[in-house]
């Protein structure tokens, strides 16, 4: 295989844990200010309950609370929501976060597990895990692309290796971060272990993957942060972070495809 068909066969998307849309919060100058919706008396939360969906709505308000709560609203946030009933998300491009609609189904009315899963793959932009690997993988098929076709074979299984526990480290980072990120937001830290208790029932999940560690692996690390690191403090740096800080807006595309 020339370096080009072996990086289309061993590159994929960093993949965690919701159609047709997503979600972009910041204030950019050519957008909504909130200045201007304060001017009609309407806030921006009140404005997206009544101009979109619930899905849009509801994760609009995720985003959004994560952003300000743990000062990551320095970019804008975009989730786009695959219509394939799959029960599964991903993160993919600048600050792009993937959420198939069979997920979405499946954490109805539960915020706490969909905001660990948005955290989860917000985590993966901010520790440029998608960067880091396409960086590791490009260095080790130009090394053997240029040693020896003998040897070829061998080097190709130790960079599977070494790129599949890189990924599985990177899935134990995310979780952690992600944890972090949803309590510090105010949710129930509990929703992460109902999101990954979710996963633990799909099939392939007791046991670790290319790319991820098995759903109980993740539980029981989960468990371990609950009780090193309590969810009080966090909430109580959140709730300082939300009142100190102002609403996000959000632009809707004119062709009702991302927000």
Same mark, same amino acid.
């Given at each position: 295989?020339?370096? &080009?068909?072996?990086?289309?066969?061993?590159?994929?998307?960093?993949?965690a844990?919701?159609?047709?849309?997503?979600?972009?919060l910041?204030?950019?100058?050519?957008?909504?200010?909130?200045?201007? #919706?304060?001017?009609?008396?309407?806030?921006?939360? $009140?404005?997206? !309950?009544?101009?979109?969906?619930?899905?849009?709505?509801?994760?609009?308000?995720?985003?959004?609370?994560?952003?300000? /709560?743990?000062?990551?609203?320095?970019?804008?946030?975009?989730?786009?929501?695959?219509? $394939?009933?799959?029960?599964? /998300?991903?993160?993919?491009?600048?600050?792009?976060?993937?959420?198939?609609?069979g997920?979405?189904?499946?954490?109805?009315?539960?915020?706490?597990?969909?905001?660990?899963?948005?955290? *989860?793959?917000?985590?993966? *932009?901010?520790?440029? *895990?998608v960067?880091?690997?396409?960086?590791?993988?490009?260095?080790?098929?130009?090394?053997?692309?240029?040693s020896?076709?003998?040897?070829?074979? $061998?080097?190709?299984?130790?960079?599977?290796?070494?790129?599949?526990?890189?990924? &599985?480290?990177?899935e134990?980072?995310?979780?952690?971060?992600?944890?972090?990120?949803?309590?510090?937001?105010?949710?129930?830290?509990?929703?992460?272990? &109902?999101?990954?208790?979710?996963?633990?029932?799909?099939?392939?999940?007791?046991?670790?993957?290319?790319? *991820?560690?098995? /759903?109980?692996?993740?539980?029981?690390?989960?468990?371990?942060?609950?009780?090193k690191?309590?969810?009080? #403090?966090?909430?109580?740096?959140?709730?300082?972070?939300?009142r100190?800080?102002?609403?996000?807006?959000y632009? #809707?595309?004119?062709? !009702?495809?991302?927000?």
């Amino acid at each position: 295989m020339n370096k &080009r068909n072996l990086l289309a066969h061993f590159h994929t998307k960093a993949v965690a844990i919701a159609s047709v849309f997503a979600l972009l919060l910041s204030p950019v100058s050519t957008l909504p200010t909130l200045a201007g #919706w304060e001017e009609n008396k309407v806030t921006p939360y $009140e404005l997206a !309950e009544a101009e979109l969906p619930e899905n849009f709505y509801v994760l609009y308000r995720i985003v959004e609370r994560i952003a300000r /709560a743990n000062d990551l609203d320095q970019h804008p946030w975009r989730i786009v929501i695959n219509s $394939e009933y799959d029960i599964n /998300a991903y993160a993919t491009d600048a600050n792009v976060i993937g959420i198939f609609n069979g997920l979405l189904d499946q954490l109805v009315g539960d915020s706490s597990a969909l905001a660990c899963v948005v955290a *989860h793959e917000m985590a993966h *932009h901010l520790h440029r *895990h998608v960067a880091i690997t396409d960086a590791e993988l490009t260095k080790g098929l130009e090394q053997i692309t240029e040693s020896a076709p003998a040897q070829q074979e $061998e080097q190709m299984a130790q960079l599977q290796k070494r790129i599949g526990q890189l990924r &599985r480290s990177q899935e134990l980072e995310a979780d952690a971060s992600g944890y972090k990120y949803a309590v510090q937001a105010g949710f129930e830290p509990e929703g992460c272990l &109902r999101g990954l208790d979710l996963l633990s029932r799909l099939p392939g999940s007791g046991y670790s993957s290319d790319t *991820h560690p098995s /759903a109980s692996e993740r539980i029981v690390a989960i468990q371990a942060l609950i009780v090193k690191n309590p969810p009080e #403090w966090l909430v109580t740096l959140g709730r300082q972070r939300l009142r100190s800080t102002e609403p996000l807006t959000y632009y #809707w595309s004119a062709d !009702e495809q991302w927000l």
